[in-house]
């Protein structure tokens, strides 16, 4: 359950050092991590909804070490405020386990941090342009000097210090309680309901073969319940199913075999429904893991 720690961060830190060693005769230089290809407007990603949550050992080993240096983890929470260094972690992590074996999702509203218990809810203040978000702390670091918290690729957007790769800023710990929801961020809109909760678009007639929106439409938005991802079509019913066979074990949920009607049928596999593009966009990076094509969205 700690296999972030173990593996993803020291890789990370790995790699900052050896970065950090090539620039030193050039003067300091900010290490950034990649996001999307394209921009994403996240403006109707929420912010996390703090709730309570049972606590457990997962990413909550104390004391702990990384890199020589010995970490402890706070009790509890409560009465946390520190101000400090920010960065930010995308797609060298994305689809990979955290410290508590969740999936990082750079879409999400989520941190790592060194010392506040798994999980946690802080809310966190741009202190250069006054833009604040809730994110849930479910991960570990980061660990370069002098930085206090690692947000998500959607919370660091938010905060609007993505391409500076850094920024000042408060953390405050919040109570574990729903419907905090006093939070600023000026052009961007605050939402303290779950993605769940957003009301799902009216059931819409669309071609088959649309794909994911493009860079800059919303990434947050639901989907019409008719939404499938198609990951690949075949004229043999055996070769689909050993593709579906492959991609349910990457996946929760359901994945069928469609037959096609017509003088070549096709035996077409589908996942979903999808509920949002999150969902697509967290499907794809686990098919491209593996090896499979990311597939395209269908409506039927």
């Known amino acids: 359950m700690f296999a972030r720690l173990k593996v993803g961060y020291w890789q990370r830190s790995a790699l900052l050092c050896s970065a950090l060693l090539l620039v030193a005769c050039s003067g300091p230089a900010v290490i950034r991590d990649s996001g999307p290809s394209g921009p994403v407007d996240v403006s109707s990603i929420p ?41 930010w972690y995308g797609n060298k992590f994305h689809g990979r386990r955290t410290s508590n074996g969740e999936i990082y999702n750079m879409y999400g509203m989520t941190a ?25 702390v479910n991960d570990r670091g980061p660990f370069h000097e002098g930085r206090v918290i690692d947000l998500s690729y959607a919370g660091a957007s938010k905060l609007d210090y993505l391409k500076q790769g850094t920024a000042r800023v408060e953390v405050e710990a919040l109570p574990m309680a729903a419907g905090y929801s006093d939070v600023t961020t000026h052009a961007f809109s605050t939402v303290s309901a779950r993605a769940a909760d957003v009301k799902a ?3 819409t007639t669309v071609p088959e073969q ?22 690949g079509a075949f004229s043999r019913q055996l070769s689909a199913q050993g593709l579906q066979q492959r991609v349910a074990a990457l996946t929760s949920l359901p994945v069928r075999l469609s037959n096609s009607a017509g003088a070549k049928s096709l035996w ?33």
């Open 210 to 231: 649309s794909q994911l929106p493009a860079s800059g439409e919303q990434a947050g938005h639901r989907l019409p319940n008719n939404t499938f991802l198609q990951v």
């Open 112 to 136: 790592a941090h060194k010392n506040l218990p798994i999980p946690s809810y802080v809310k966190v203040t741009n202190l250069d342009n006054g833009r604040s978000i809730v994110v849930r």
């Open 47 to 87: 912010n996390a909804e703090p709730r309570f949550e049972v606590r457990t050992r997962a990413g909550n080993k104390s004391p702990y070490s990384v890199l020589g240096k010995t970490y402890r983890v706070l009790p509890e929470s409560d009465g946390f405020k520190e101000q400090g260094i920010a960065s």
């Open 201 to 203: 678009l009216p059931r």
């Open 268 to 300: 077409r596999v589908q996942v979903g429904p999808v509920e949002s593009n999150l969902v697509v966009m967290n499907l794809r990076a686990a098919l491209e893991s593996e090896g499979l094509r990311a597939g395209h969205l269908v409506y039927e």
